[in-house]
């Protein structure tokens, strides 16, 4: 039998104390939480990048096709055919209304860091523009009855005049000013929602965004239609109440009588030019029949002066100030602010002889030059004909010319200093008066008879003239007064605008005609420490690249002065031959002196100065254009950023910092 023993198993008694018996081990498990958390991380950036890939397609094409139909937007507006505007603007509607449904899936993403601020830029600039094309909307109902007017083509033709080309100028100012009553309400329409774009887009950062990408400007881009935005935004809004003076200012309720006066540019002044000539006008709705006209010397001489003459004049302009400091009517127009002026002259003019007047309307040589740009060439009985071909014998517009010879046949007048009498004058010193009745009677009639299809440029010029200055309002009416000044048509120097400012005035006070060949060139560099404090360099860099002829161009002797925010603190100031003490004007602090610009010569002028206030966020400027000034060159320099242009009208800058 089998021992028993043998059916158990058998245990190797032998080993030692030390030795352990093999034990399989195995393998602690992870958690599977983990593993699934990882995978749906991993499954949730799949997922993000591939919503992002569809939509970031889907919107791509969107862009595209709004991108289509803003450009053919763009070019049927270019056309100025109403019959294409309107399809273009629906067109872009309907495609940014589309790119919006399919960017508010992805408008959460603003959230986001880093790639937020971009994906909410997207959303500002989709709002703007849907606020944009419902405003142009308003516009294109606003102006259909206007569009012959307006050099459109195919308007509605509901209210149109009818276009058979032998309405003038005059039937359509009567036409336009008989519906200002049904423009009125469409404004406040228009200016709700070109504030909503305004808004909409100055929360975009132009800085976030490089200067160029693929060769095309970004960051400018962005901060032009900005800028542009907000001088329209302004524009809209101070149009209303200019529109509701209109009537007034037109005569429709009884008629007006508005003093004309010619100022000379080329001699510059501080409101714009010397008043060299003026006119008693009279409008009854809106009907303009000239009264008189006369030279201004012919006016002062009828004026007694009492009041004495600011410094400047006296020490620099001499001849009859040097036998009396007293103030001469013709150099009332002291002022940077032409009303300020205007309280002064108006008064005076009054003790002269002027009759009561409305109002003041000065005008300098450019208007005239708009004008026969528009108009073409025009004949004045008894002086010849008036254009704006160039002269070679100025290199300026024949019309210029001609005045400026007729006016000072290469002479200037000569003052004694013991009697104040003129001891010599040019030959036709006497008569210049007889050439600024006819002349003006010829341009209004040949403006206010023009066939339709001149209209539209003479609109332009007449608007271009009053942006750029060149044509200024001062009225006794309170109301019309505040209308005209808050339009920009008032040459005010503006004291409410809360930032940096800038204004440089320069007055010639020598009597000849350099202004016609010199120019400024401006430059401002602005430092903003770490606590947002502001030290800026200001140059000014005068030219006059002709030579010296005894007549229009000689020796050129400008008072400059500077207007600042109140309070700066001026540090330094170089290039001046005589400087005055900073002071205190019109809410500004002004830097002031003397210095002489040679013919074919160059002269520099410096001022520095730090801020009364600390800058934080964004840098805001003002800048505001002499009356009488064409276009000089500024460069702003702030860090890295540099903005270039031509001063044609008032210009508001800003920043980021």
Same mark, same amino acid.
């Given at each position: ?115 937020? !601020? #971009?994906?909410?830029?997207? =959303?500002?600039?989709?709002?703007? &523009?849907? /606020?944009? @094309? $419902?405003?142009?909307? *308003? ?5 259909? !009855? #206007?569009?012959?007017?307006? =050099?459109?083509?195919?308007?509605? &033709?509901? /209210?149109? @005049? $009818?276009?058979?080309? *032998? ?140 009041i004495k003459a600011p410094q400047p004049i006296i020490d620099y302009i001499k001849g009859p100030y ?336």
């Open positions: 039998m089998p021992n028993e023993n043998s059916l158990l198993p058998k245990i190797d008694l032998s080993a030692t104390s030390e030795e352990k018996p093999n034990v399989v081990s195995v393998e602690p498990k992870k958690p599977a939480g983990k593993r699934y958390i990882w995978l749906t991380v991993v499954g949730i950036i799949v997922a993000f990048l591939l919503f992002n890939l569809v939509l970031g397609l889907l919107l791509y094409q969107k862009g595209k096709n709004l991108l289509s139909n803003i450009n053919f937007l763009s070019v049927s507006a270019k056309s100025q055919d109403l019959t294409k505007i309107k399809p273009g603007i629906d067109g872009t509607i309907n495609s940014l209304n589309s790119f919006a449904s399919t960017y508010k899936l992805i408008a959460w993403e603003k959230f986001i860091p880093f790639a937020g !601020p #971009y994906v909410s830029d997207v =959303g500002h600039a989709v709002k703007a &523009g849907q /606020a944009g @094309l $419902a405003a142009g909307e *308003t516009v294109l109902t606003t102006v259909a !009855p #206007y569009a012959d007017l307006l =050099g459109l083509k195919d308007g509605s &033709g509901s /209210a149109t @005049l $009818a276009k058979t080309g *032998t309405e003038t100028a005059q039937d359509r100012i009567n036409f336009v000013v008989s519906t200002i009553p049904s423009i009125i309400p469409q404004i406040d329409s228009i200016s709700s929602q070109v504030k909503i774009v305004q808004d909409e887009l100055s929360q975009i950062n132009p800085d976030r965004y490089p200067e160029t990408f693929q060769g095309k400007p970004i960051k400018s881009q962005i901060q032009n239609v900005q800028s542009l935005v907000s001088e329209a935004a302004t524009f809209i809004v101070n149009g209303k109440p200019f529109l509701q003076s209109a009537p007034y200012l037109l005569g429709m309720d009884s008629p007006r009588t508005y003093m004309i006066l010619f100022q000379n540019d080329k001699e510059l002044r501080p409101t714009g030019g010397f008043m060299t000539a003026y006119a008693i006008m009279k409008v009854d709705k809106a009907k303009f029949t000239p009264v008189t006209s006369d030279d201004i010397y012919s006016l002062d001489a009828k004026y007694t002066p009492v040097a036998l009396s400091p007293n103030w001469r009517l013709r150099d009332m127009n002291w002022s940077p602010d032409f009303a300020t002026s205007m309280e002064t002259m108006v008064p005076a003019a009054e003790k002269s002889g002027i009759g009561k007047i409305d109002g003041v309307i000065a005008v300098d040589t450019q208007l005239l030059v708009n004008l026969l740009n528009a108009i073409g060439p025009i004949g004045v009985p008894g002086f010849g004909n008036f254009s704006t071909t160039i002269n070679p014998k100025c290199g300026c517009a024949d019309v210029i010319y001609q005045l400026e010879s007729f006016a000072d046949i290469e002479g200037a007048v000569i003052w004694s200093p013991t009697t104040g009498k003129i001891i010599s004058a040019p030959a036709n010193y006497n008569n210049r008066k007889a050439i600024i009745g006819p002349l003006m009677n010829s341009i209004m009639a040949n403006a206010l008879g023009q066939p339709k299809d001149k209209l539209s440029g003479l609109m332009q010029a007449v608007f271009t003239s009053l942006v750029e200055k060149h044509v200024l309002f001062y009225m006794l009416d309170t109301n019309a007064e505040t209308a005209v000044s808050d339009f920009g048509v008032g040459g005010t120097i503006n004291q409410t605008f809360t930032g940096d400012y800038l204004h440089i005035n320069d007055a010639n006070l020598g009597g000849r005609k350099s202004n016609l060949y010199a120019y400024d060139e401006v430059e401002q560099d602005i430092s903003v420490a770490g606590d947002g404090s502001v030290t800026k360099t200001l140059t000014i860099t005068y030219k006059n690249p002709q030579g010296q002829d005894g007549w229009l161009n000689s020796v050129l002797p400008t008072w400059v002065r500077v207007y600042v925010p109140k309070g700066s603190q001026l540090i330094s100031s170089e290039g001046l031959e005589a400087k005055a003490d900073p002071y205190e004007d019109l809410g500004k602090t002004v830097f002031a002196g003397y210095f002489q610009l040679r013919p074919e010569g160059v002269s520099k002028v410096t001022f520095k100065y730090k801020l009364p206030f600390k800058v934080s966020g964004q840098y805001n400027l003002l800048i505001q254009k002499q009356p009488g000034t064409d276009g000089f060159l500024y460069t702003v320099n702030l860090g890295n950023h540099t903005e270039e242009f031509y001063l044609k009208e008032d210009k508001e800058l800003t920043i980021g910092l």
